[in-house]
């Protein structure tokens, strides 16, 4: 059906007939087989557009889904900086607006990172209020998100509660997906305290469900996790025979961003198929980007609290010199090329981790503690 959509719309050629295609192109369409080239289909047709034509913001949403999932990861980040300003001048969050707050979480969620917590709480704080099993169901997907930056940060807590949150949720619930979405957090949450046959149980029982539900990979890649325990169990064969059609799948897509996506937890798994020459190309790709998230991520915490034990960001340090220089939040977005929504959030969470509540005190716990 969407394949004959794009057809119409490539021999139309028509701005309401494309924009309504790219309306129902949600971030999660790309991840099913050829999902990313109908994206790429449609951002040509709407390059091929008039300017006065063109949806407004469409293009911009399916280049940062392009730039994502095709492993062009500072492009997308770039990108998502002219959603954020998109998101500011539209106002509250809608339904409306649930794609690119999405596109915006996944973007700069890449390494776990707090850069995508604002528009992640903001999506939550919004669905918390909704009803209805389609509203469940979009809220679990969310909070997936949220336990998988807190499994890349460390803070098995944080993740614990969150799952035991979504199972809550996903009780009666009608979609196939959100078991499948389950069984994957479960298993990364077994994987990450050691109980590997646990995460093995869980990861192979998701296989079946995955297969028939391909977005679903979102939440973790089943097959590739469960080779990933493979090989920490030292059963090599069964890891081998696990990853020669996964990775395939990766290699008729094209899609190292969304290898880069399953995140360092799957680093035994590339690394054994690197050796082998499993989709090796590829494999590399991810494991260089791996590399480089990682090292970027290892220097975003830079500064410790004392009295908290809390961690301040490279970008919460830049935020907190500029306070103390007397910036105010459309200045500090001026001078660090942020929309002025992010540079409040950056400002907030800096007030929040130093314990104080204006800006002047901020300056002040800053100099006492010799942090600048």
């Known amino acids: 059906m969407i394949d004959e959509l794009l057809a119409e719309a490539e021999t139309r050629g028509e701005a309401w007939w494309i924009g309504t295609i790219a309306d129902e192109l949600q971030l999660l369409f790309a991840l099913v087989p050829g999902g990313v080239v109908r994206f790429e ?18 293009a911009l949403r399916l280049r940062t889904i392009i730039a994502l999932w095709r492993g ?30 999405g596109i ?37 997907s969310f909070l997936s998100l949220a336990v998988r930056s807190a499994l890349l940060r460390g803070e098995l807590e944080a993740a614990r509660r969150l799952a ?9 619930s009608p979609f196939s997906y959100v078991r499948a979405l389950n069984l994957v957090l479960d298993g990364r949450i077994a994987l990450a305290e050691g109980r590997l046959d646990d995460a093995a149980a869980a990861f192979a029982e998701c296989i079946p469900l995955q297969q028939r539900t391909r977005f679903t990979v979102l939440y973790g890649d089943a097959p590739l996790l469960l080779a990933t325990v493979a090989v920490l169990q030292g059963r090599q064969s069964e890891a081998l025979a696990l990853l020669a059609p996964c ?110 509540m204006s800006r002047t005190a901020a300056a002040g716990v800053a100099r006492d503690l010799g942090l600048l």
Request: a negative charge; aromatic letters at 2%.
């Open 164 to 172: 035991a949150q979504i199972g809550v949720l996903s009780r009666d």
């Open 104 to 140: 915006l979480t996944v973007a700069l969620g890449m390494d776990g990172g707090h850069e995508a917590d604002q528009a992640l709480d903001e999506v939550l704080v919004y669905l918390e209020r909704q009803r209805g099993s389609f509203a469940r169901g979009v809220r679990v």
């Open 247 to 356: 990775l395939q799948l990766y290699v008729e897509e094209n899609l190292p961003g969304l290898l880069l996506w399953q995140s360092v937890a799957v680093v035994p798994a590339l690394q054994l198929a690197e050796r082998h020459g499993i989709a090796a190309p590829l494999v590399r790709k991810a494991l260089r980007l791996l590399d480089e998230l990682r090292a970027g991520r290892l220097e975003e915490d830079t500064v410790a609290l004392p009295a908290s034990g809390q961690l301040l960001s490279r970008r919460e340090v830049e935020v907190l010199r500029l306070i103390v220089e007397g910036a105010s939040n459309p200045e500090i977005a001026e001078r660090l090329m942020i929309s002025p929504h992010t540079a409040k959030h950056h400002v907030s969470n800096v007030l929040a981790k130093l314990g104080v």
């Open 41 to 58: 289909r449609l951002l040509a047709c709407i390059e091929g557009l008039p300017d006065v034509n063109r949806p407004p913001g469409l």
């Open 72 to 101: 062009h990861q500072a492009e997308a980040r770039e990108l998502c900086w002219a959603l954020e300003a998109l998101l500011d001048h539209d106002g509250r969050i809608a339904w409306s607006s649930l794609n690119m707050r």
